[in-house]
Structures are given as C-alpha cells and as structure tokens.
C-alpha cells in the first residue's frame, strides 16, 4: 500500500449488511467488527441491517441500496459459502452490472495465509452494480478482518496510489 498523504482524503458512504439466519444484533461480531472499521477510516456508515439467507430478499435490499444516492459501496458478511443456505453471490447475481474477480481471487490469497486450503470453501466476491460497488465477505471474525485490512481499506482510500476504487467512481456509469 501506498498512500500519498499529499491527496486529499475522500470519505464514502459505505452501507453494511449481515447476511444471517442466526445472528440478531447482539451476536453481530463480523458487522461490529466492520462497522468499527469503516468508521475508523473516516468513511459513513450510510445504513446497516441483518438479513435472512434469502437471495430475494438480500437483491431486494440491495436495489434500495443502489438507488439511493446517499450509499457509494455496500460491505456485506455472510452468505458466502457452500452450503444450501449461503446465496449472497447469488443475490449478487440478481443486480450487477459486472464482475470485480480479482477481489474474490485476492481474499483467498490472503485468507490461505490464516486458514490454510480451507479458504476454498470461500465464495467471497465482488461487483459493480449500476455505479454502486458491493463486496461480499464470508460472516467470521478473521474473514472480514482479512477482507477490510488486507483489501477494502487500501482500495476504498482515496489517496491509495497506484489507483483505487473511490477515484474511479465517477466513471463507473460510462458508457
């Protein structure tokens, strides 16, 4: 990472979901953990919520979360493995407008150094859907650590050099 503390920092509005058939407030430790990041890095926590391992219902909240001008990105931890009940790639699949493969291949990469081959039974991904950026995480502790830290908070730095995601926003609607 390089940042260029000659640039000026721009902060986004980063929304956080939990993916969760289990998990209410009180046992949210991933989206604690997150939302504690984003905040330290001086971005908004636009809006955050838990919801059920249901693809309908997650696309349907994250279309809100597209068309509201107030949210630049949405984070979202859980529903990223193997099993039945895991579809957030799959709701993923419902709004985007394109795939960002190189976060999914680039977590697993730094997640291999935690969990060893284990990683593989992560579906964590990424997509542009109609100018908003989503990434999905897997729902433990040292997943979204590993995501936010090794990944998200580089690429969501405004003075992160050679390039990163916030710059290129405004061009993410070129046709």
Known sequence: MAIDLTRTFKPINIALLTVSDTRGPDQDTSGDILAGRIRDAGHTLAARTIEKDDATAIAALLNRWIDDAGIDAVVITGGTGLTGRDVTPEAL???????????????RWLSYRTIGTSTIQSRACAVVARGTYIFALPGSNGAVKDGWDGILAEQLDSRNRPCNFVELMPRLLEK
């Open 93 to 107: 699949d419902r709004v985007k407008t394109r795939d960002i493969p190189g976060f999914g291949e680039l977590f």
